[in-house]
């Protein structure tokens, strides 16, 4: 069964530290793959020119971190500037309504051939049988659902109203 890491997985954080956020990308639910992979590079070839170990995957001739964050703490703080940040839709510290989007990307995945559970927290989702849709449409499945559930039109807010006396106003 394969599972994906969620959208705050993915890079939201559950404490926002504005010093750690300051200048660097703001992604944003429409970035393209192509430009969420330029700018991903841009961090990746930071932390290599920073002494990070890693490699080339299969296929690939971009350079990828190997991990060891802990072992490289200095390479990652020098390099974190670059870092993308993920939407702040996809934070759930800075959307108020990130469960609810959640719950409206699974059901999007699902009812798109993608058959997933995600966990009631909104950590990621697991597969839950079904085809198997290739890299692409799957890829290109998970970017539609994102715009769909996180990128609704502005909800109404909750204001609490003061009556003004003479006004009119049922006081």
């Not at 009812?111 to 890829?139: E, Y």
Request: glycine share 12%; proline share 9%; hydrophobic share 25%.
């Amino acid at each position: 069964m394969a599972s994906v890491a969620g959208p705050a997985a993915r890079g939201g954080s559950a404490r926002p530290d504005v010093d750690d956020e300051s200048g660097r990308p703001q992604l944003r639910l429409d970035t393209s793959r192509q430009e969420q992979d330029r700018l991903t590079f841009v961090y990746f070839d930071c932390l290599r020119d920073h002494g990070v170990l890693g490699g080339h995957k299969p296929g690939s001739s971009q350079w990828f971190p190997g991990g060891g964050a802990t072992k490289n703490a200095a390479a990652y703080k020098a390099c974190l500037v670059k870092k993308p940040l993920q939407p702040p839709e996809l934070d759930p510290a800075k959307n108020p309504h990130y469960l609810d989007d959640f719950r409206t990307y699974i059901r999007c995945l699902d009812d798109g051939g993608l058959k997933v559970k995600g966990p009631a927290d909104g950590s990621g989702w697991n597969r839950d049988g079904g085809s198997t849709p290739t890299r692409a449409q799957q890829d290109r499945l998970d970017h539609d659902c994102e715009l769909r559930a996180y990128q609704q039109s502005p909800r109404p807010a909750t204001t609490t109203t003061t009556p003004v006396p003479g006004a009119g106003n049922a006081v």
